[in-house]
């Protein structure tokens, strides 16, 4: 069974940083689009980051310049370095896999990020 495990979440102050981890397996890890996503209380779930398998990235335009994702497929691992939070990035994030074409489409269970003074 796929299972997506996040790590990393946690109470920072404004302006501080968190770096996120999800580890995926039993995967072919390499073919999959990681992508994170966050969900605020009462908040629609929002796509946050993307990174194909080639390690090409892309963002939401609320996280540009202040978060980074990346991948490490020897690791089976993506990654969420979040820079310069904002409480307006308070919220469960949530990672995700999906092999393009196909219907394999797998999710973590979430990881509380709080940014709070």
């Known amino acids: 069974q796929v299972q997506l495990v996040e790590s990393g979440g946690g109470l920072v102050q404004p302006g501080g940083s968190l770096r996120l981890s999800c580890v995926a397996s039993?995967?072919?890890?390499?073919?999959?689009?990681m992508k994170w996503y966050r969900q605020a209380p009462g908040q629609q779930r929002e796509l946050v980051a993307t990174v194909t398998p080639d390690s090409i990235a892309s963002y939401v335009d609320s996280v540009e310049g202040r978060f980074t994702i990346s991948r490490d497929n020897a690791k089976n691992t993506v990654y969420l370095q979040m820079n310069s939070l904002r409480p307006e990035d308070t919220a469960v994030y949530f990672c995700n896999a999906v092999w393009a074409h196909t219907p394999l489409d797998f999710w973590g269970a979430g990881t509380q990020v709080t940014v709070s003074s």
């Open positions: 039993p995967i072919n890890f390499r073919m999959y689009v």
